[in-house]
């Protein structure tokens, strides 16, 4: 069978013929990336991690990622800490029970251009959610995803 030369060179050229077909099909027909565009509203993916209790929630579009953490402060209650990777103009947080969805987005507290805090003062079971609208750039992001990770 490996006699045949033109077999070899099949061998030898099939994987490389595929994996270019692979990216080749890819930029034929993957989806372009496009620029935030002011004015219009994005969803936030949140990952895996704010299901767990992994103490972080990571929330992206796109190369737009904000990361959430939650700490109990002495005098009870919850303090949340949002970081992001871009300038923020503006961040609101809600949380919502299971017994009520509906809630009132709060104003975060700008401790910088990218790094935010809300001070929940009652605490939260993990089976609620929490809420987040944040704007950057004049586009608009939201999330929602469960409290899982405190």
């Known amino acids: 069978m490996f006699k045949n030369k033109h077999i070899i060179?099949?061998?030898l050229v099939s994987p490389i013929l595929a994996v270019l077909a692979y990216f080749a099909t890819d930029q034929i027909v993957g989806e372009k990336a496009a620029k935030a565009e002011p004015g219009k509203q994005y969803q936030?993916?949140?990952?895996?991690?704010?299901?767990?209790?992994?103490g972080i929630c990571t929330m992206k579009?796109?190369?737009?990622?904000?990361t959430i953490t939650a700490q109990q402060p002495p005098q009870g209650g919850q303090l949340f800490?949002?970081?992001s990777e871009f300038p923020l103009?503006?961040?609101?947080?809600a949380t919502a029970t299971p017994s009520s969805s509906q809630s009132v987005p709060q104003p975060m507290q700008r401790i910088d251009d990218?790094?935010?805090?809300?001070y929940q003062p009652e605490n939260i079971?993990?089976?609620s959610s929490m809420r987040i609208v944040l704007s950057?750039?004049?586009s608009i992001y939201y999330g929602e995803s469960t409290i899982g990770f405190l």
């Open 9 to 11: 060179i099949a061998l």
């Open 44 to 54: 936030l993916i949140a990952e895996s991690k704010c299901r767990y209790a992994s």
């Open 61 to 66: 579009n796109g190369n737009f990622s904000i």
């Open 81 to 83: 800490t949002l970081r």
């Open 89 to 93: 103009q503006s961040a609101d947080f």
């Open 114 to 118: 990218v790094t935010f805090e809300f």
């Open 125 to 127: 079971d993990e089976q």
């Open 136 to 138: 950057a750039s004049g």
